[in-house]
């Protein structure tokens, strides 16, 4: 695998491109977090009493695209990757969960969420239902992802800080 590369977002785009930009300064954040470990060092857990571990993020993230863009923005009704019969089942990793499988899902969640993007306006309604009964526009969906990976790209830089001690943006 090689290591990835992360864009830096422009300093004076308009609103889409600066928004598609922080978002996909974020996706590739928490790749470049993940670059370099093996299953076992992505599996660690950061410190009782979280479950929380690189692969889980990955995971979550996964279904964070999945609920947000195919979901709520564009109806599908999907059921979730990995949370169906346990609600924090994305961050529940077990020795037979690979990244490589979690690494998979998570880029065809942001290709189909790309594609799904790019076809609405940001004024554009989502048509899912979502839990609490509102309704978001791409414009919020969009901000909401880029709160989602800059939160967990938080807990990303620490958690590799403490595996192998690489630290950075």
Known sequence: MTTPER???????????????????????????????ND?????????????????????????ERGWFRNILAGEGLEYLYSNDDRDGDFHATEQDTYAEAYAAWQAEIVRARELAASRTLDDVG????????????????????????????????????IDGATGE
């Open 40 to 64: 076992e060092q992505l599996r660690q857990l950061s410190v009782p009493p979280s479950e929380i571990s690189l692969l889980g993020l990955v995971r979550h993230m996964a279904e964070v």
């Open 127 to 162: 048509t899912g239902k979502h839990r609490s009964g509102e309704t978001f526009n791409l414009r919020w969906i969009m901000t909401h992802m880029i709160e989602e990976y800059a939160r967990h790209n938080g807990h990303a830089d620490l958690l590799r800080e403490r």
């Open 7 to 37: 864009t830096e977002p422009s300093t004076t785009a308009g609103e889409r491109d600066m928004l598609e930009g922080w978002l996909e300064y974020h996706r590739e954040t928490l790749e470049m977090k993940c670059a370099g470990l």
